[in-house]
Structure formats: C-alpha cells, structure tokens
C-alpha cells in the first residue's frame, strides 16, 4: 500500500490532514467542528474510530477547534509536546489522562511502519511543530505556519518525496488589504505566516530530483487567490534556475472547503 494521505482543510478558517498506511492512520489537527470533521471523513472514507493518533501542530483555533469533542467521541489518543499541552487544555475540555500523550519536540515515534517525526518551527503559539511522515525511502513533510523557513526547518524537510507547504499570503494584497496594521505586521513578521516569495525562495532551496509534488497549503482567503500562488511560486523557482515539466515536479492546490483526492506519496 506504502504511504498515502489527503489534506482535508486547510486555510485560516480550519486545518486538517489524515496520513495513513497499512499499520496505522494518523491525523493531524483538528480544525474544524466534529460535525464538519465527520463530514470529511466520510467524503474521504476514513472512519474516525479507527485513527491511532492525533498530532497537533500548535493551539491555535483552527488547528484545535473540534479536538476535545472528536477525541472524546472516538476515544482517541492525542500528542502534543508539553508547552502545547499546557496551552491548549483549557480550550478543548476534559481529556482522559491516558489519552494525552507528550511527544517532545524532535521526537520521533513508530506506529508499525508508519514513522512520524515532528520538528520545531517559528510561529507565534507555546512551542509549534511540523510533522514528518516516513515509510521505509518514503517521506512526506508538512510545513505551514512557519513565520519562517530557518535552516533546521529545511534540514528536517529535505529529501521529501512530497510537502505541504505553507503559501499563506500575496505582501502586497496583505499591505493594502482590510486588516488593521497590528494584525498585518503579525502575519509578516518571523513568528507569522509564509508569502508566496518566500515558499517559492524555500522550494527553490528543498528542490531535489526525489520531490515529485509540493502542495501550497494555508492560503489565505483575504490576501491570496491559487493561481497567484502558484505562479509566483513558480516564478522565483524560475528565477532560481527551477524550470520543470508536470510530468517532473508538480505544484497543486490545497482547499480551505473540500479535501484534496488521496495521493500515494511513492507513485510517480
């Protein structure tokens, strides 16, 4: 089977990606209500009771939203680090104590071959992680809010055969959009959200002849459209001296309303 995954939401108004294998299904953040959740799991035909693990990326709200009442619900397992745990509890209810598991930050654990590594990232929450997923050569590595891409960030997500990839906003339709300036300034400061340029500048770094597919994830609905995205994340790759084919390396969408189809992370 190896590895495959779909990224059910993804976007400020909720956040959500299942990853699974022959060993294990795992799901990452629960942004959405348990009503919306299930609607996805069914579309995708996950079922829910089924899932070994919940990771969660950071606390925000649209990473923890439905994650009390979807893990009560199901009886599921939930790892976070420590500073994570400590500041999401208050906002997800009561939790059995044997459900909540503390995964340090670099801390790699293994259900059966399906192998998830988490790393540290910058962005403003208690202590946020990405995560990445291995079975056997395979490797997919999910990446977003990140007010940055620091070097160790591209250390842990190099050699992927396909990421996730944080494309939040266009700088200039954040500078003249509708947000006050306290808010703008948070989005593109090192503890924010990824541009565009910037996704392009880090791909253009992470670019390997193993990388097959990246998805551009967390667009913003406010200061971003999907073709701007991907033409100017193409267009610095250009610039970098990245000129591909779809048949070599594809650039694909992700959707803040619908899940992307199933992808096996090894198939060409």
């Not at 500073?83 to 503390?102: F, M, R, S």
């Not at 960030?153 to 939040?168: F, H, R, T, Y």
Request: glycine content about 8%; aromatic content about 8%; overall charge negative.
């Amino acid at each position: 089977m190896g590895m495959e995954f779909t990224v059910l939401s993804s976007g400020s108004t909720g956040n959500a990606t299942v990853v699974q294998n022959e060993s294990a299904t795992v799901l990452v953040d629960v942004g959405l209500s348990m009503k919306r959740m299930n609607e996805l799991f069914e579309e995708q035909g996950i079922q829910p009771a089924n899932i070994d693990a919940v990771m969660i990326t950071h606390e925000h709200s649209d990473h923890i939203k439905g994650l009390g009442a979807l893990a009560r619900k199901y009886d599921l397992p939930i790892y976070a680090n420590e500073a994570t745990w400590e500041a999401l509890e208050k906002h997800i209810g009561n939790i059995a104590e044997e459900k909540k598991v503390v995964m340090q930050t670099g801390e790699a654990i293994d259900f059966g071959t399906l192998r998830v590594e988490s790393y540290g990232i910058s962005h403003d929450a208690a202590e946020p992680v990405g995560y990445c997923f291995y079975d056997g050569e395979e490797k997919l590595s999910l990446a977003t809010d990140l007010g940055y891409m620091s070097d160790k960030v591209k250390a842990a997500i190099s050699d992927s055969d396909v990421l996730v990839l944080e494309s939040n906003h266009d700088v200039e339709m954040l500078r003249m959009g509708r947000y006050p300036w306290n808010i703008k300034r948070r989005i593109l400061s090192d503890v924010g959200h990824l541009s565009n340029e910037a996704s392009g500048e880090a791909l253009s770094e992470l670019m390997t002849a193993k990388l097959k597919r990246t998805y551009l994830a967390h667009l913003s609905r406010e200061h971003n459209l999907m073709d701007l995205a991907k033409m100017t994340v193409r267009d610095v790759m250009e610039d970098h001296g990245h000129f591909f084919k779809e048949k070599e390396f594809e650039l694909r969408d992700t959707y803040y309303d619908r899940p992307t189809p199933w992808d096996k992370v090894g198939k060409p």
